[in-house]
């Protein structure tokens, strides 16, 4: 299969399911490997999934990149709106599901042990098939004592946790509402924004705290989860003045009030050397330990944001959202 890209990914990893999502969009002819074996590691220069194997044998890595680059080679149908505001919109909102998404998703995975018992025996079972259930049940222990201390690492503390789980209500109700009325974030086709926040949500609704919460939320919310396993284009991108009665809030609540002062917070601890830090949110207090890759984002999305050459219509909304500063300095 000379033309064939390999999808090397696992169903519980937000970022490969988010991939996989946009592969399938645009109907990329691909193969998806679960997991991340000798043949993946080929490809790989850091050992994470996903991992992309082109058919000229090239490796790429990190989801977002991979999705760009291949938005150059297969450009149609696009996941950009021809709108330059609604298309940073988008690409604001693809990166705040990968870096404050993956909060939700990863702190109710492994908070509860009736999560944690849950996740670790699938994860177990997808790495190792064929095991009885005593085996599997011995690896699940070792897993499970290995990745619940883990939870600093998105910044779930004792005084973080509560903050994580509100927001997490706040946007499954907050997308409820937004998609009575469209299939996705932006309209009648996926955005850049829908794979983005989509595999983060997805992920916390296979484990069972993260299902409950958001089929609780509605059935708008958990039709948009299932249409983005095999998206497709069914409309156009709507007009702004359609979206921004339900997608302000989520600009204002999620992006503005929590992710925006987070990420601006983290990239100067790390400018001056601080080996934790404080910062007031919407919701309150937040501390965490810095993190070099929430850093490089900021820069990416700053990069994104001084390349729309007319911010006249867009700053009024990033503005409103309190998501300006963050995006200026």
Request: aromatic content about 10%.
């Amino acid at each position: 299969m000379p033309d064939v890209y390999r999808v090397f990914g696992s169903e519980m990893s937000p970022y490969s399911v988010k991939v996989r999502s946009y592969f399938r969009y645009k109907g990329i002819p691909h193969e998806w490997c679960e997991g991340q074996g000798e043949e993946a590691k080929k490809f790989q220069k850091l050992p994470l999934v996903p991992v992309v194997a082109t058919p000229e044998g090239e490796g790429l890595q990190d989801s977002t990149p991979i999705i760009e680059k291949m938005e150059v080679r297969f450009p149609e149908p696009s996941i950009h709106p021809s709108d330059p505001t609604l298309a940073f919109l988008s690409a604001l909102l693809e990166e705040f599901g990968d870096e404050w998404g993956n909060k939700w998703m990863f702190h109710y995975r492994w908070a509860r042990p009736i999560d944690q018992d849950s996740a670790a025996a699938r994860l177990v079972r997808s790495m190792a098939p064929g095991l009885s259930d005593e085996q599997v049940a011995g690896m699940a222990a070792g897993l499970k004592e290995r990745m619940v201390p883990r939870v600093w690492f998105v910044g779930s503390n004792e005084q973080t946790a509560p903050q994580i789980e509100a927001s997490f209500h706040e946007v499954c109700a907050q997308l409820e509402a937004h998609l009575a009325d469209r299939a996705y974030l932006f309209g009648g086709r996926p955005a850049f924004a829908d794979f983005g926040l989509w595999g983060q949500i997805y992920n916390a609704w296979t484990d069972p705290t993260g299902k409950a919460i958001v089929e609780a939320a509605g059935p708008n919310l958990v039709g948009w989860i299932q249409r983005m396993l095999e998206p497709k284009a069914e409309g156009d991108f709507e007009d702004w003045s359609t979206l921004a009665a339900t997608l302000t809030p989520i600009l204002k609540d999620q992006v503005g009030g929590l992710y925006c002062p987070w990420i601006v917070a983290n990239a100067t601890a790390l400018a001056n050397g601080d080996e934790a830090y404080s910062v007031e949110v919407r919701t309150g207090s937040w501390n965490q330990k810095p993190q070099k890759y929430h850093a490089r984002s900021l820069v990416k999305i700053r990069e994104k944001y001084a390349a729309v050459a007319d911010k006249s219509s867009l700053d009024p909304i990033l503005a409103s959202a309190g998501c300006l500063p963050a995006l200026q300095s």
